[in-house]
């Protein structure tokens, strides 16, 4: 089965401590992005990679890193959390800019 | 900069009848449009997409969307709304160009179907 895997899909944690969140895709998808979202602002983009080794910054980057040394994995690294920073998050892949993207169904990060 | 406006934070409609969910666009050159929807605890799920051709576009379970690019429009309809409609809807666009175009999304638009 296509699918967009997240993990972990809740995490309360407190601030300062690094966290990094897992995304694997099984489609052989060029293309995977990072949102996140809030109430009343709908999806923001953090992070876009177009392929291994090759990421870019979204709208909303600041408190985030990404890797991709792998096709099928793009892991979101938060360095040193910050209360900011709790929402709700989604992985994406797209074979091609025009495609539809497949999401993961979502981590929820609480940070205290 | 592109941008989406989903004027609606909440569309009411009762079981049966046709609904329609609004979205305008604001972006320089021809756009990529989609439709996603958002059930409880899940992740977008997509419903459509306009890339060029034929105005009006079919897509999963009923939905359809006419782009109007005068009015640079693309609304979401069905013609008889289900309970199992109800949901959360975004609209998004994209700009055709190389290199790093993010998908913009509107803030979404709770679309509620009732008996």
């Known amino acids: 089965e296509a699918q967009v895997t997240q993990n972990p899909r809740y995490l309360i944690t407190v601030t300062g401590k690094k966290l990094t969140v897992t995304c694997s895709q099984n489609m052989n998808h060029e293309y995977m992005s990072w ?3 809030d109430p009343g602002l709908g ?5 876009y990679s177009m392929n291994v080794e ?5 709208d909303v980057p600041e408190g985030y890193k990404v890797s991709r040394k792998e096709k099928r994995n793009f892991p979101l690294i938060l360095e040193s959390p910050s209360p900011n920073q709790t929402s709700l998050y989604f992985c994406a892949s797209s074979s ?3 495609q539809p993207q497949h999401f993961g169904d979502g981590t929820r990060l609480s940070i205290l | 900069a592109q941008s989406v406006a989903q004027p609606e934070d ?3 409609v009762a079981e049966g009848n046709p609904l329609t969910v609004k979205c305008t666009y604001s972006v320089s050159g021809n756009p990529y449009l989609f439709w996603y929807v958002q059930y409880p605890n899940r ?3 997509f419903l459509l997409k306009y890339i060029t051709g034929d105005n009006l576009v079919k897509g999963s379970y ?3 969307a006419e782009f109007n690019k005068s009015q640079t429009s693309f609304h979401l309809k069905k013609p008889s709304a289900l309970v199992s409609d109800s949901a959360l809807y975004f609209c998004a666009v994209r700009v055709p160009v190389p290199g790093n175009t993010p998908l913009v999304f ?4 709770r679309l509620s179907v009732i008996a």
């Open chain 1, 96 to 98: 091609e800019s025009n």
């Open chain 1, 35 to 37: 949102y996140r979202q």
């Open chain 2, 43 to 45: 992740g977008l799920q």
């Open chain 2, 62 to 64: 009923g939905f359809e």
């Open chain 2, 106 to 109: 509107g803030k979404g638009t």
């Open chain 1, 43 to 47: 999806l923001r983009q953090i992070y």
């Open chain 2, 10 to 12: 909440q569309v009411n």
């Open chain 1, 54 to 58: 090759v990421t870019d910054k979204g």
